[in-house]
T-cell receptor, first 114, second 115 residues
Framework: EPEVTQTPSHQVTQMGQEVILRCVPI?????FYWYRQILGQKVEFLVS????????KSEIFDDQFSVERPDGSNFTLKIRSTKLEDSAMYFC????????????FGNGTRLTVT | GDSVTQMEGPVTLSEEAFLTINCTYT??????LFWYVQYPGEGLQLLLK?????DKGSNKGFEATYRKETTSFHLEKGSVQVSDSAVYFC??????????????FGSGTRLSIRP
């Protein structure tokens, strides 16, 4: 069964540094998402992306965050200047876009900001 | 706004016990409802879903029925196994949002099954 893949599985960075989290969604999917889960807390929506533009974003997704689909396969989340509170598990997801089609999640990237 | 409330964990049961994890929702439209499961060290996997009132989603022995009158989607399993130990998330997707139907998650319930 096709799956969403994320790299790296774990990223450690220093406060103030830029990080790029990478995702390869399922190939025929049209909608792409980033979520995050701070340790022990709720899974929170960050952003959705369709047709090469952001469809919706949460209040968490401020100017420090950006997303890009640089080619036909990758979907990236960039954090320009990381803060300690950005430490979390970041999940990428994709969906086919049909009504009520479920989201398929990757295994996540654990980001640790020191 | 839309939200999902589920029972707090952790829930600890013995193998072969009956499981219920309660979930209620608030939504402005007619949401689809989901249960996702997160096994240790892994991502979120769709366990089951229901798209309209009175639908029953089922998978791997788990069931949940979409109850519009009580705005609930409780997860049940008749006989749990050690391998069911995971975190379970109730979630909704409201088609009233943009065409990219984002999912709103509950806070998750950690389930531990004793042999």
């Amino acid at each position: 069964e096709p799956e969403v893949t994320q790299t790296p599985s774990h990223q450690v960075t220093q406060m103030g540094q830029e990080v790029i989290l990478r995702c390869v969604p399922i190939s025929n999917h049209l909608y792409f998402y980033w979520y995050r889960q701070i340790l022990g807390q709720k899974v929170e929506f960050l952003v959705s992306f369709y047709n090469n533009e952001i469809s919706e974003k949460s209040e968490i997704f401020d100017d420090q965050f950006s997303v890009e689909r640089p080619d036909g396969s990758n979907f990236t989340l960039k954090i320009r200047s990381t803060k300690l509170e950005d430490s979390a598990m970041y999940f990428c997801a994709s969906s086919g876009g049909q009504f009520n089609s479920p989201l398929h999640f990757g295994n996540g990237t654990r980001l640790t900001v020191t | 706004g839309d939200s999902v409330t589920q029972m707090e964990g952790p829930v600890t049961l013995s193998e072969e016990a009956f499981l219920t994890i309660n979930c209620t929702y608030t939504a402005t439209g007619y949401p689809s409802l989901f249960w996702y499961v997160q096994y240790p060290g892994e991502g979120l996997q769709l366990l089951l879903k229901a798209t309209k009132a009175d639908d029953k989603g089922s998978n791997k022995g788990f069931e949940a029925t979409y109850r519009k009158e009580t705005t609930s989607f409780h997860l049940e399993k008749g006989s749990v196994q050690v391998s069911d130990s995971a975190v379970y998330f109730c979630a909704l997707s409201d088609p009233g949002y943009s065409s990219a139907s984002k999912i709103i998650f509950g806070s998750g319930t950690r389930l531990s099954i004793r042999p």
